[in-house]
Nanobody, 114 residues
Framework: QVQLVESGGGLAQAGGSLRLSCAAS????????MAWFRQAPGKQRELAAR???????WYADSVKGRFTISRDNAKNTVYLQMNSLKPEDTGVYLC????????WGQGTQVTVSS
């Protein structure tokens, strides 16, 4: 069974940084583009960043220049380095393949205080 396990969230002040990790089952990781999604309270889930198996990246305008997505295929892990955090970055962050193929994990909560 495929599992996606997110970690690294927490409470940060505006302007601070957090690094999220997502560990994925080895059978899916190296062949798929991976992505970080986020869901703010009362809002729909949105795609924040994406990385292909070859390392090409895409970012939503709202995070461009502040967030960096990366992956370590040997560790079956994808990361999201979040710098210059803003209160509007608050939400649950989840990872999945892109396009979405698997059940969602529990995500990791990010809370940014002003």
């Amino acid at each position: 069974q495929v599992q996606l396990v997110e970690s690294g969230g927490g409470l940060a002040q505006a302007g601070g940084s957090l690094r999220l990790s997502c560990a994925a089952s080895g059978s899916i990781f190296s062949m798929n583009a991976m992505a970080w999604f986020r869901q703010a309270p009362g809002k729909q889930r949105e795609l924040a960043a994406r990385i292909t198996g070859g390392g090409s990246t895409w970012y939503a305008d709202s995070v461009k220049g502040r967030f960096t997505i990366s992956r370590d295929n040997a560790k079956n892990t994808v990361y999201l380095q979040m710098n210059s955090l803003k209160p509007e970055d608050t939400g649950v962050y989840l990872c999945n393949t892109s396009p979405i193929r698997f059940s969602w994990g529990q995500g990791t909560q990010v809370t940014v205080s002003s």
